[in-house]
């Protein structure tokens, strides 16, 4: 018999995992695709990690411990997490993503630049700002490289003795008089004192008796390859960014790592859809979308196409996180609905959901996230 099963070892339950056997805990996880896979949310290269959160300040004291934490884990991992670039929260001083971002950062006293429009194409001139764009700039923004991070979380998890069993799908779950036991699809029957459940787009399905009220969003990334002055897009030149400027969505971009080219995709799509029924393949007009929104605020950073990947974002109601014990179930722990916005926030989830799955209670901020906030919808 375990002490915890970890069903998911993407970057929410990798992260468990490992902050789990780093308490001596015996953990087994459980991972229907094989590590550090790209069939749910944690792929793509790059995520941006941020500080003056726009979404909502109580957000900043988690990102602030996972910024500790992602540091902690490159240093035992020997490998790079994350890169520094800075951060540009770019609109009308009145946009949703300014004043948010400005909340945020007022509140904690985080360091950070109010920039103009010329401030703006002064330091970066590969921009091309509009007139009455401003930015909130703050440097601690940056990339962190997701396959890498969850890859680093499985090592150490291994490393403190957990057992890591990957193309394990599992199919249910149910409580008993010691715990919970968990069935898998090739028959296998696991037992533990505590279930810790991080099942991405899949949530919906290994918690079903709660009926959360998610919705799996298609989402799709793209590269693009300078078309002029390669220089002015490396990392050195060029801070990860956030657009809000009036348009149907957001869009969001990173500078050239490595030559990979420019990232670029808009936060958000409203096409819905499912684990099992996801489109992989991407469209010309998805293409074209990106690439114009793109040129007109880097206009020599659009040349060739590069590539495109799809993921997909698991949504809230309000786009909030869904962290908590299961309000029927109380040896099992849920962590999901982290609506495009949550990979940032593996490294203090994982150790969150390790306070949980012990103590049932965490010193960590975390009451916006309840599951039982859609109880009376």
Not at 11 to 18: I, L, Q, T, V, Y
Not at 94 to 121: C, N, P, T, Y
Not at 221 to 250: A, N, T
Request: some cysteine; hydrophobic content about 40%; aromatic content about 8%.
């Amino acid at each position: 018999m375990y002490d915890d099963i970890v069903v998911g070892l993407g970057g929410m339950g990798s992260a468990a995992a490992a902050h789990l056997a780093a308490r001596g805990r015996h953990v087994l996880g459980l991972e229907q695709f094989t590590p550090a896979h790209d069939r749910g949310s944690s792929h793509g290269y790059s995520r941006i990690i941020r500080q003056a959160y726009y979404e909502d300040p109580a957000y900043v004291p988690l990102i602030l411990r996972a910024y500790e934490l992602w540091a902690n884990l490159e240093k035992s991992s020997d490998e790079p997490l994350y890169l520094r670039t800075g951060g540009l929260m770019v609109g009308k001083e009145d946009s949703e993503l300014v004043q948010g971002s400005l909340r945020s950062a007022r509140e904690h006293g985080l360091k950070h630049e109010l920039l103009d429009a010329k401030e703006i194409m002064r330091r970066y001139p590969a921009t091309a700002p509009r007139d009455n764009d401003v930015a909130l700039f703050e440097l601690p923004a940056g990339i962190l490289f997701p396959e890498a991070c969850v890859t680093a979380h499985l090592k150490l998890a291994t490393t403190l003795g957990a057992e890591l069993r990957f193309t394990t799908e599992v199919m249910s779950w149910q409580e008993t008089p010691n715990g919970v036991s968990v069935s898998t699809a090739n028959g296998e029957r696991f037992e533990a004192q505590r279930l810790v459940l991080c099942a991405g787009a899949w949530l919906q399905q290994v918690a079903a008796d709660l009926d959360l009220p998610l919705r799996v969003e298609r989402n799709v990334m793209h590269w693009f390859q300078p078309k002029s002055h390669p220089e002015l897009f490396g990392p050195g030149r060029l801070p990860v960014y956030i657009l809000d400027r009036q348009q149907r969505f957001m869009m969001y971009g990173f500078p050239d790592v490595g030559g990979a080219g420019l990232k670029a995709a808009f936060h958000h799509s409203e096409i819905y859809t499912t684990p099992q029924e996801l489109d992989r393949t991407v469209a010309p007009a998805e293409i074209e979308a990106v690439s114009s929104a793109l040129a007109e605020w880097l206009p020599a950073g659009v040349g060739n196409h590069l590539a495109s990947v799809v993921c997909m974002y698991t949504l809230t109601p309000d786009l909030h996180f869904v962290i908590g014990l299961h309000p029927h179930a109380p040896n099992v722990v849920i962590a999901g609905g982290f609506s495009g916005h949550g990979f940032k926030f593996c490294s203090v989830v994982g150790e969150v959901l390790a306070d949980l799955a012990i103590d049932g209670t965490t010193r960590h901020p975390i009451e916006l996230f309840s599951p039982m906030r859609f109880s009376g919808r």
